[in-house]
Structure formats: C-alpha cells, structure tokens
C-alpha cells in the first residue's frame, strides 16, 4: 500500500487528510476543475489527541488520512476526540469506519444536528457524544479548543473550532474551495496561473455553497470577528496561512445583501408565442396604474445570470411556461430552483403559461415557489392555446391585481390551496364590515370581528396568531333543537361560558341559569395576571367574557356571587349558600373549574399577605395588599415577593409583580424551568431572560412552611433547608390547578382527578354534565383554556340534544408571553437524545434572537420550541400538525 506523510502545520498540529486531483463534478451539481482536497487535521496536547475532520468515505481516501495519522501518531497513543465541525459525508463519512477499527473508545463531538446525522450515517449510536456549544472548552493539555456553533454554513450542523494558543480556526467548509494543493499551504503556491485559479475557485465555492444563506455567513464573520487568527485550517483547498484578511473581506464583501427594490420581474419562455402573448397582456395590466416598474424577460433571448441579478432584487416576481409532457420548461425550472427561501422568502410571486391538453407546468412551478417560501397570493393563471380577446383582458386583470397586492391591498385568500397556510393571504382578509370568526392559534380562543384581531384577548398573542376561520357560513345556521326545559351551569369560566353559547346557537326555547360563584362578571381567566400588572384592564370590555347585552339579548339569567353546596339529583335542584329558594333543572352543567394547590402547611386563608392567583378576587387582593406595602414601606427598601410555581401562572405572576415595582423570588422544584415545555438549552435561554430581568430562580428546591408573624407571612422555609428560607412580603403560590370536584364527589358522580365525563361531556349520572378544569375526558385531565371552552362547547350542545358533538383532545401548544419574549412549544419535547430514531435541527440562539428547535421520530416532525417569535411558533405547530418530514421541514423553515 503506498504511504503517505502527515504534514505539520505546528509542533502539534498535523494536516492528515487527503488529495482527490481528479474529480471534476463534485456532489453532482459542482464543478470542480481543479480537483479537491478533504482536509483533516490532529491535534496532539500533552494529555489527549483530537482529530478535526475525516475525509470522503471512499477507500483511497481513508487509506489516505490513515496512513498520514501512522506516520505521526506514535503508536501507543489514541485519539481521544473526533470532531466535526460539519458532518456532510465528504467530511464525516469515514469516521464510523475509524471508530470502529481504531479508536473505539473516542468521543463524538459536534452540534446536536451534526451528531444526529453522524448517527443516521453510522445508523447506530453506540458511540459516546459530546454536544458542543459555545461555552464547552476541551483541554487536551496545553492546547484548548473552543468552539463556535455557527448554523447554516452551510448546513444546521455547522461550527467551528478555535484554537486559542495557536490561534488556529477551524472552520470546515467556510473559506473553503474545490483546489487541489499538494503544497496544503497557500502561501505555498507560486504559479500566478494557480492563484488566479485559486481565487476564482474561492469565489465559485463561495456562490454555490454560501450564496443562500448569505445571513449566516455575515453572522459567522461576526462570530470571529475578534479572534485572532493566524491559520485557517478549512477542509478543502489550501489551509490558509496568508491572506486571511483579505478572505474575510471578501466574504463579508460577498455576502452582502442586495438590496430589493419596489419592482416586478417577469420572466417567460413561449414555445409558440401564446405566453409570449400573456406575458405581453400581464405587463400591460401591472403598468396601468405606473406604480412599480415592470422588468420583462424572454429566457430565450436573455442571458440567464443578468436574469437571475434582475431576480434577485425584485420584490415581484412572475414566470410564465408553457407546459411540455405535463412539465414546465427547464429555462422556468433553473430559474424556480435558484429561489430559495433564505434568500427569497416573503417576495411575492406568480406563475402563468398557455397550455395544450394539459396544463400542469405552471402549478408545478407555483408549489415550487411555495417550497421557497414565497408569497403566492393568487393562483396560478392558465390559458389552453392562444389566448382571446377576453383572456387577454383576464391576463391584464390578473397582472393588475398582482400590483395592487404588491401595493398592500387586501386580498382573499387562495381558495385552491386546500392545505390552510398561515400566511399573509390567510390571515389579512379582506377589509370588509362583514363579522368573521378568527382563531387565536395559540390558545384557541375564537374572536368574531370583521378584520384581524390586534391582540387576542385570552393570552395576549398578537394579530400573526390568527387564522381566519373560513368556513363561519356553514356553522353559523344550524338546525334548531326541540328541547324546552332549563338548564343550570354551574360555573362562569372559560367552559361554563362556553356552554351557555353554544346552547344558544342550536336552541332559542329553553331557559338557561348561569351561576356565577364569583361577585365579578365573567371574565377571561388567562387575563388575570395581566390585570394585574395593569389594573386598567378590568375597565376594558375586552377583559369581560360574557357581556350583559348577550346575556339580555339571548335570554340568559346570570346570578353572581352564588355559590352552590348542593345538588338534588332525585328532585333535580341545586342548592345555593344561604339561599331558601332551589334552583331546579333538567339538564346540569358543572363548570367548577379548579383550585391552585397550596404548598404549605399552614392555610393561606388565615394571612393577609399569602394569596393564589386564580380568581379576580386574587388579584384585587394582591394589588391592595401591595398598594399598602408600598405606602407603609421604609424609603430605600425593595419590597420583595416570593412566587412559588415556576410554570405559565408563576412566570406570569413574576412578571406582574416584577412591573409593579418589587423583587420577586421565583421558586420551583424542578431543577429548571418549564421542562415539560422546553429543552435543557430552551430552559437555560429563557432562565436567562428571567434573572435578566431582575428576578431571582431557586430551583430544585421544595417549600415547607410559612414564616409567621401574627396573620402576615414573613418568609418562606424550605424542606432540607436548602436554601433555608427566604424573606418576603408577600407571598403567592401559583402551583398547578388542582380540579374542584368537590359537588360531584358530594352527590356520588364518579370522579378520579377530576368528574370522569364521556365525550359528550355527560358524567356517570343522566342529565348531569362537566366541562373544562373540572372534568376528566379520558386520563388525564387537561386543564388549557383550548380544551375548557371545547369541553363547554361538547356540554353545551349534548345539553340541548345534539347528538353529534364529541371532544376530541387536541394537542395545544404552550405558549408564554413574559418580558417582551415568547415562548412556544408544541407537541411532547422528548426529555433526552436517546431515541436512536429521534434527529434534531436547531437555531442557535446565538447567531439569531430566535430560539428554534424541532425534533422528529422517524423522520417526522413531532414537537418543536420557538422562543422570541410567535409566528414561527404558529408554523411550527402546522407543521407538526401536518406531520412534516425532516425535508419538508428544512424547506418550510430553513
Ligand atoms: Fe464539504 Fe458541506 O461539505
């Protein structure tokens, strides 16, 4: 076998990769004229070896990198480390080979997407991984590495690694070109021929692999920006010992952004001239109004890359083609496969084309453009041979409409994508007066208005979480039911709300009695801790749930401030506290909804500063007890508050309270914060935000008791004394709902956590129903706003004798508005990484204010977190709900 020399780049720095002078095309779409290098590199310290990189899996290759480790590596040593600051198979293909025949024994290092694909290449996991991030640091004795995780360079798996003492950068593919260099330096190649060559392969490398995610090449320039850098070691083409400089500046200079104008570009081929013809129409209808300049362009005729430039900086663009065998035209399809969704995504487009018996080419382009994200806000316009008089009319209106959507005219959405995207064209509507149904996506909640909602009432999303509910005429004139006697609700939450409306929409005859155990109107619970925060809110009518004119207007009786402490279920009566009077019913609704679980020993009720954070009347409490801490206080001292519950009502509390001028200690028992809704990096980020703001996290640890003095609690102790106790103020427990099953258990209805109900929402006694907190449909009970006003919505309508209503549970997403920040999470966040079938893609926090991570079983999308931005969290749950794959994924969000 032939041998070949590692070459030394320092003392301890080896370059043990391999030459491939002969390729020409490289991973098929590449050209490569000057054949390639895989580069890889060990690294020796004085305790541990590290090997950056391996080489294409291709035999000669590995013999290659093998025979180069042998002639440097002393025997009797290993290498500890593999590390792989990208894991494409040009890179990372021969690593498993090497694990298993050498160094078995070696730790994994890479991102969490770079890690799950050197799995799914390897299909096992029987090695031991380490994830890197930007704080890990490996001491190999003497020589630290450090690492840069630097997403989309050009793959979610990418980083790098830094080498602090020898100021030696890693960087993969980055700087990289397809360039052949027996030398491995560049400051070793003196052929002028060979530099050009090299910096025009430089470039090209650039165009091809970096040109679409030019964002992130500008985020990874940042991200080095104050190392200092002497070599750097990428993994093809020369490692750069000259010139750094100057490649820095040439990549900042290629990777700046083009800036898009206000214009159209039309691009078309015509095979008969039909196109041509609509194309000619299309460009006439967009200039009436000479508002955007139009750019038209016969592929033809034009020179492809002067139409891509003209592309690339145009907000509008339109193709037309004719169709061929049910295809679209190569020139339409090059053109359609340079968009991308980086760089194109939002723009607005379109597609037309003549046709003869069929005319598939412009849809197929049309979901093209989809994949890359663009906008397509009107379909696709097809015309069968050479347009008429009237089509040419048709293709003038069609191009006008284009502009004055370009213009920020409203438009309706496209009624032949049956698969509902929420995108501008879904949500806008048009401006009309007519009222419309619009759903909040992250709660559920539904909004009547004629535009879209600015702010959903329930939990504060804003006006992207909204989807038009399209089909509001056939729902909005069902069939009347014949029942006529009364039915009782019995409590005015979210579901008991529910169940009164919906009883409404299908029967006008029978008598219905709300029972408010509260002296308030019916309000929107989710609201509470923004009231509290902002006690202007109980002002507004949109903090109200349920107005009088409704109640007045649909015949319903609401009684406040009655609690009920019986039910008669053989006489069918309720009976109120201190009341003589019985209510009697023939169909029962219990809305009871639940209770916040008191952690201490002691009971709240017996102090005037210990309150929980589940009825209005909490919150008037606890901003009274807080307009009186803060009139009595000494000057120069901070009020300070101890909210116990780390999940949505805690965090929410904190901030209110954190708003209202105090320092809040926020105690959970989990070790982190939301870790059902969030990972181990998710939590972290977010615990960051939390303490940035001002408020202290003890967590892992478990209250005990209160500290008292008289009737007012003064601080908290903790089981084990660790920590031993906290002083406060005030103190709020905002620990998980506990259901109020206490009638239900009085009059003998089966119960379990919470009054077990079918999915009409009917319990174990006829007539008798319950819904929302309270109920129990299925284990276990879900305790959301989504699901409370559903289960409302199911009683309400068994009540009146629909037979067709049953609850389906739905997987609503978490989502958390706190401190200017969002936080999103749909479906179940798998705990660990050790599902060999579960893969991961990720954004990291670091390189975007967004926080994205999407896992997947099988290849399918299953759950996924958005921190900082709510309407990729709406995408996000689409795509769960849709079930994409790992590919589609990576289209839709990449
Ligand atoms: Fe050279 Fe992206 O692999």
């Known amino acids: 076998m032939t041998t070949y020399k590692a070459e030394k780049i320092y003392e301890n720095v080896h370059w043990v990769g391999a030459l491939d002078p002969d390729v020409r095309i490289f991973d098929i779409v590449m050209l490569a ?269 034009e020179d492809k890359s002067k139409v891509i430039e003209a592309i690339d900086t145009a907000e509008g663009i339109v193709f037309g083609t004719p169709t061929i065998i049910s295809e679209a035209l190569p020139p339409i399809w090059d053109l359609a496969l340079h968009l991308n969704a980086t760089t194109h995504s939002g723009r607005y487009s379109a597609v037309f084309g003549s046709y003869g018996w069929s005319g598939e080419g412009p849809l197929n382009i049309d979901q093209r453009l989809r994949q890359a994200r663009l906008e397509t806000p009107i379909e696709p316009l097809r015309i069968m041979f050479k347009p008429s008089e009237k089509d040419l009319e048709d293709c003038e209106n069609w191009g006008n409409k284009f502009v004055r959507i370009m213009k920020g005219e409203k438009f309706e959405p ?174 029962l609704i219990i809305a009871t909804g639940g209770n916040n679980f008191c952690p201490f020993k002691q009971k709240p009720e017996d102090f005037s500063n210990v309150f929980g954070v589940r009825k209005l009347s909490d919150v008037t409490m606890i901003k009274q007890e807080v307009d009186k801490l803060k009139k009595t206080k000494e000057e120069n001292k901070k009020l300070q508050a101890c909210v116990i519950g780390g999940g949505l009502l805690g965090i929410e509390a904190a901030e209110a309270l954190i708003e209202l001028g105090l320092g809040v200690d926020l105690v959970e028992v989990m070790p982190r914060i939301l870790p059902r809704q969030l990972d181990q990096e998710g939590s ?50 905002a620990i998980g709902v506990r259901a109020e099953i206490s009638l239900g258990m009085k009059i003998g209805l089966k119960t379990n956590r919470g009054i077990i109900v079918d999915t009409k929402m009917e319990s174990s006694i006829k007539d008798i129903y319950a819904c929302g907190d309270c109920a129990e449909c299925g284990s276990p009970v879900i305790q959301n706003w989504t699901n ?15 037979t067709d209503a049953e609850f389906k549970r739905v997987a609503t997403p978490y989502a958390l508005f706190v401190f200017n920040s969002s936080v999103f999470s749909v479906g179940l966040i798998p705990s660990d990484n050790s599902d060999p079938s579960l893969s991961v893609l990720s954004l990291n926090k670091n390189s975007s204010n967004v926080y994205l991570k999407l896992f997947f079983i099988n290849d399918i999308l299953i759950a996924g977190i958005v921190i900082g931005d709510t309407a990729l969290g709406i995408q996000v749950q689409d795509a769960v709900e849709a079930k994409f794959t790992y590919q589609e994924t990576i289209e839709q969000f990449f």
Not at 46 to 60: D, S, Y
Not at 483 to 502: L, M, Y
Not at 556 to 566: E, F, P, S, T, Y
């Open 33 to 301: 004229p000057y054949g390639t290098t895989y580069n890889a590199f060990l690294i020796e310290g004085k305790e541990k070896v590290a090997l950056i990189e391996t080489v294409k899996n291709k035999k000669e290759f590995y013999d290659q990198m093998i025979s180069r480790i042998d002639s440097v590596l002393s025997k009797d040593k290993k290498i500890d480390y593999f590390i792989h600051n990208h894991t494409e198979p040009d890179h990372s293909g021969g690593f498993y080979q090497l694990l298993k025949e050498r160094y078995p024994e070696a730790k994994i290092i890479g991102t969490l997407p770079g890690l799950n694909n050197l799995k799914n290449m390897a299909n096992s996991n029987d090695f031991e991984t380490i994830e890197a991030n930007n704080d890990l640091k490996i001491d190999l004795g003497g020589l630290t590495l450090n690492f840069i995780i630097a997403p989309f360079l050009h793959w979610p798996d990418s980083m790098f690694t830094y080498c602090s003492e020898l100021k030696a950068l890693f960087t993969c593919d980055f700087f990289g070109a397809h360039f052949n260099c027996p030398q491995v330096f560049n400051d070793l190649i003196n052929d002028p021929k060979d530099i050009d060559n090299l910096w025009e392969a430089t470039k090209y490398y650039f165009d091809t692999i970096f040109g679409p995610f030019k964002k992130y090449v500008n985020q990874g320039l940042d991200s080095i920006q104050n190392l200092e850098i002497q070599t750097i070691c990428c993994s093809h083409g020369p490692v750069l010992r000259k010139d750094i400089e100057k490649y820095k500046n040439l990549y900042r200079e290629w990777a700046k952004e083009k800036n898009v104008e206000k214009k159209i570009v039309i691009a078309y081929v015509s095979a008969y001239g039909y196109t041509e013809e609509m194309a000619n129409a299309i460009k006439k209808g967009m200039e009436k109004s000479n508002e955007i300049p139009v750019e038209m362009y016969d592929l033809l005729k």
């Open 414 to 587: 496209r009624n032949d994508l049956n698969r509902k995207r929420r995108t501008r064209s879904s949500r806008n509507g048009i401006l009309d007066n007519t009222p419309k149904r619009w759903k909040c996506l992250v709660c559920g909640e539904i909004v009547i208005s004629a535009n879209v909602p600015e702010i959903c009432p329930v939990c504060g999303a804003g006006a992207e979480a909204f989807m038009l509910l399209d089909d509001i005429k056939e729902t909005t004139k069902p069939e009347e039911t014949s029942f006529e006697g009364t039915i009782v609700v019995i409590g005015a939450g979210g579901a008991g709300i529910e169940a009164v409306k919906s009883i409404r929409e299908r029967n006008k005859k029978c008598k219905v009695i709300l029972i408010n155990g509260e002296e308030f109107k019916p309000y929107y619970r989710p609201s509470l801790t923004r009231a509290l925060a902002d006690t202007s809110l109980l002002d507004s009518e949109k903090f109200y749930i349920f107005t009088d004119k409704f109640a007045d207007e649909n015949n319903v009786q609401i009684l406040h401030n009655k609690i009920v402490i019986d039910i008669e279920v053989e006489n069918k009566n309720v009976v109120i506290k201190d009341q003589k009077e019985k209510i009697h019913f023939d169909k």
């Open 684 to 733: 972290l980020l977010f615990q960051k935000i939390l303490t940035e703001k001002g408020i202290r996290l003890l967590l892992g640890v478990s209250v005990n008791e209160l500290i008292v003095d008289g009737d007012r609690a003064t601080g908290v102790l903790f089981k084990d004394s660790k920590p031993e106790k906290v002083s406060c103020d005030l103190a709020i427990f």
């Open 788 to 802: 409370a006003i559903d289960q409302g919505r199911i009683a309400g309508l068994s009540s009146v004798g629909v």
